[in-house]
């Protein structure tokens, strides 16, 4: 199976403490080294002290840290073959790419003959890619991990989602591209074996809502909405399945 293979395996160590929004303390090879957090934003509801995690080594001798946090898994230490969240929101990108200039998820976009053009000004926002006609927008949500928390892992308290405004400005350019172009998607990236996108009762604010009404908006205007999930190992990233959501999945919210 074709697959996005990392330069160099990742290593896997223990994380120890979330120090800052960009540092990890995390446990490699039995020294204590402080390792770059990809996401400034929360990862789940649980806290990330004592798990495994996978860390990527850097190429470059003057970075301060030596290592970034690539992925993360509810599994114990001691466990074989953990399953892991891919938490590298920046990365997502370059997997995506991968996989659509391999044509690997044509019945979402057939990318044969098309060029993959990355960072696409579209409006006042910058789209992550157009393939022909065709706006991509992609969206790695991190602050709800929807997987069952096993109970060796610790819960933190609920955290609301409050930072959607740069989410609802992307989905107004992505419609507004409809009036010159076929298409537009909005494609929500779990590198981890996601259920179908559900809305949880507890998920609910006015924040959330503005962008529920605007999702609502846009796809009355066209706008398309596609999930992917991708698997993340050691050597590398794997496409496990795509698909489109399914509209119905709003009709229970009022918003």
């Not at 990809?38 to 649980?46: A, E, H, K, Q, S």
């Not at 494609?187 to 809305?199: E, K, Q, S, T, W």
Request: hydrophobic share 35%; charged share 30%; aromatic share 10%.
């Amino acid at each position: 199976m074709d697959f996005f293979k990392f330069k160099k395996p990742l290593v896997e160590g223990i994380i120890l403490e979330r120090k800052s929004q960009f540092i990890y303390i995390c446990e490699v090879d039995g020294e204590e080294t402080r390792c770059h957090c990809p996401t400034t934003g929360r990862v789940g509801d649980f806290d990330n002290t004592g798990r495994p995690c996978l860390l990527s080594l850097t190429d470059d001798e003057n970075r301060k840290t030596k290592y970034t946090v690539e992925a993360i898994s509810l599994n114990k230490v001691e466990d074989n073959n953990k399953k892991w969240i891919g938490i590298n929101q920046n990365a997502s990108n370059r997997y995506i790419e991968y996989f659509l200039k391999k044509n690997m998820m044509k019945d979402m976009i057939d990318t044969k003959n098309k060029e993959v053009l990355r960072e696409q000004k579209l409006g006042i926002s910058r789209i992550d890619f157009l393939v022909g006609d065709t706006y991509l927008e992609v969206k790695t949500p991190l602050h709800f991990i929807d997987l069952p928390i096993p109970k060796h892992v610790n819960l933190k308290q609920h955290s609301q989602l409050t930072s959607t405004d740069r989410m609802v400005k992307h989905i107004k350019d992505l419609v507004g591209s409809l009036k010159t172009h076929q298409r537009a998607i909005e494609l929500n990236v779990f590198i981890y074996d996601a259920p179908h996108f559900r809305i949880k009762p507890e998920h609910r604010n006015k924040d959330f809502d503005k962008v529920g009404l605007t999702v609502q908006w846009a796809l009355k205007k066209g706008l398309e909405l596609w999930q992917v999930n991708l698997e993340i190992t050691k050597d590398g990233v794997y496409l496990q399945k795509y698909f489109p959501f399914n509209k119905d999945w709003m009709k229970n919210y009022v918003f």
